[in-house]
């Protein structure tokens, strides 16, 4: 063994360190993580047959990104989603919400959690069909504690703001699948909440349609420093994207910065 | 907290941001609201569940026109029944005596008014049939067995005693001075209508109706109770049984609706409101309806054999209100009932669920 690759080894380490300490430091004025995922597995198990969903994830998402997460169908997208949203529970492995442990929550606090922190955005928009857009809306502002005026002026504007002020008394079925998702995003955003998941948000929509869908969801994280996690298929997503992240075989593959993509993505239009 | 981290960074101390106290938690909306929920869900849903609440309401109104009818019953079969008797009665009482025209005729009565109804319609059809006919009495049993003078010169002795006669003087004592000696006992049937026992003529006694005759009209009461009986309880099972699969039908359907729900911050105690208060006012507008069918039913019943005043004449009030409510209640528990295995599923679902693109 020679001094000089003892030395760079050291020098490694001692970077490894630094970051470390870095981290740890930062972590004091809490982290800026929005969310943290630590060597999180999940395994469905049907019977006999065990299906590795997620298998070791480490994930750190700051706040107010906007990060799409991409992957071949099966790869453990959706699944991650549910952990990172305490929707289920990680079979080992830890998540972290604004650096706290999702686990220790008990049963009120997670619902706490779901409630105000987390907005939830999915492929099939999910409405309850029995009720109109607006009640839509509020229905998370009722859960929150909000009074019924509150949450009815409340869900009024956000409704205007997705463009849909005119169609608050619509029940979803009198909607298109694009503004079945507006009302979905609208709803999601009812509380304010500092992370919003959304499940292949474009996913059942044209097109045209998806775009729109893809920039109101930009244009809201860029108002309200929301911090957007989107699971996609869509191409679409990577401009509007901080970072991508790369899910295969229930790992992360890699993770991009919009930049490096960019360049590919221009490489492939060419 | 750091327990099972596997990261060698120690984690701070938490506060703040990174403090579990930042978290608060969720209270479910006011009941008015969740009721509104429910009501709304159900209302949607009609549809869909109007085999169900057809089923609830069917049952509930097999017993409320089982209340009603055995009051209708109580009001108008009984007096009709009496009559039946009364006129039977009078058949036998002038077989035995011939005309009873300026007869005397002795009515004995137990000290208790045990028997009034029934003694009254005999006295007034008597009056009603007999010209100028002397009816000494009611005597009351214990008086009429101090004074023989009372039975002189009579041509019957009808006896309303529901035992045998065990006191002094004898039937013998009492009919030496009777013109005629017809005595004439009758038993007041206490779960029955009135029965025309037996009659004594001289001192010989005349069965009318056998003890195998009685026991049989009570078995026959009782078979009928049964049945009755029966029939409620099997109604009201399949009512249940209905609600049941309505509201397991309902969580399956909603199976995405619940676990979105859930996303959205309700509590499991959320969705079991929402999955009771669903069923009651199921099972409470079923029993709404199923009384006011059961009402019905029963008074086409009645009226189609015996008049109509009579039969509306005989309900009461009070006792109507009561047989509803009982009826609302039966409803209400059998409905909340049906909700607890549905109820069991849906609070077991998680909220990824949600996810799910299937089903
Ligand atoms: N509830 C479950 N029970 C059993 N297996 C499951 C369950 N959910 C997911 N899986 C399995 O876990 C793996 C990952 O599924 P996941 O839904 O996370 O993939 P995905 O990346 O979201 O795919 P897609 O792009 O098609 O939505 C798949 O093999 C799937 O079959
Ligand atoms: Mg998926």
Known sequence: MNSSEQNTKDTADNGERLKAFIDEVSSFEGSGLAVRVDDVQKVYRMGKIEVRALDGVNLKINRGEYISIMGPSGSGKSTLFNMMGGLDKPTS?????????????????????????IGYIFQTFNLIGTMTALENVMLPMAFAGKSNDEALDAG??????????????HKPTELSGGQQQRVAIARAFANDPAIILADEPTGNLDLKTGQAIITLLKDMNQERQTTVISATHDHKMLDVSDRIVWVADGRVDRVEKRKDVEIEVGKLVE | MNKSQPSQRPIPPTSGAGSRDQFGRVKNPPMLEIIRMAYRGVRNRLGRMVVTWLGIVLGITFL???????????????????????????????????????????????????SGAMLESFLAWLKENAEQMQIVGPVKSSKATMDLTLYENASAIVAWVPEKWSLTP??????????????????????????????????????????????????????????????????????????????????????????????????????????????????????????????????????SSYDMNMVIGSIHGPELLKQCVICWVVGLVVALIAAIYPTRIAVAMIPADAMRTEI
């Open chain 2, 64 to 114: 409320m026109s089982a209340m009603v009818s055995s009051g209708i019953r109580q009001a108008v079969q009984e007096p009709s029944d009496r009559r039946a008797a009364v006129e039977s009665m009078y058949g036998v009482l002038r077989a035995e005596v011939g005309k009873l025209d300026n007869k005397k005729i002795v009515v004995i009565t137990p000290d208790e008014k045990s």
């Open chain 1, 156 to 169: 009024v504007d956000i409704l205007t703001r997705v463009g849909l002020g005119e169609r608050c008394k």
């Open chain 2, 170 to 303: 004898s039937w013998q004592d009492m009919t030496k001075t009777m013109q005629q000696a017809v005595v004439l006992r009758y038993t007041p049937d206490p779960n029955g209508p009135f029965i025309f026992d037996d009659a004594i003529r001289g001192t010989e006694i005349l069965p009318k109706v056998s003890e195998g005759q009685k026991k049989k009209a009570g078995e026959q009461a009782h078979k009928q109770k049964l049945r009755t009986q029966w029939l409620i309880g099997i109604s009201l099972l399949v009512a249940a049984i209905g609600i049941t699969n309505a509201l397991l039908m309902s969580v399956t359907e909603r199976y995405r609706e619940i676990s979105t729900l859930k996303c959205l911050g309700a509590l499991n105690s959320f969705i079991i409101y929402l999955m009771f208060i669903e069923s009651a006012v199921l099972g409470l507008s079923g029993a709404l309806a199923g009384t006011a069918s059961g009402i019905m039913f029963s008074l086409v019943g009645w009226i």
């Open chain 1, 93 to 117: 492995g830890k998540v972290y919400v604004d650096d706290v442990d999702i686990a220790e929550l008990d049963p009120s606090e997670l619902a706490w959690l779901r409630c105000r922190k």
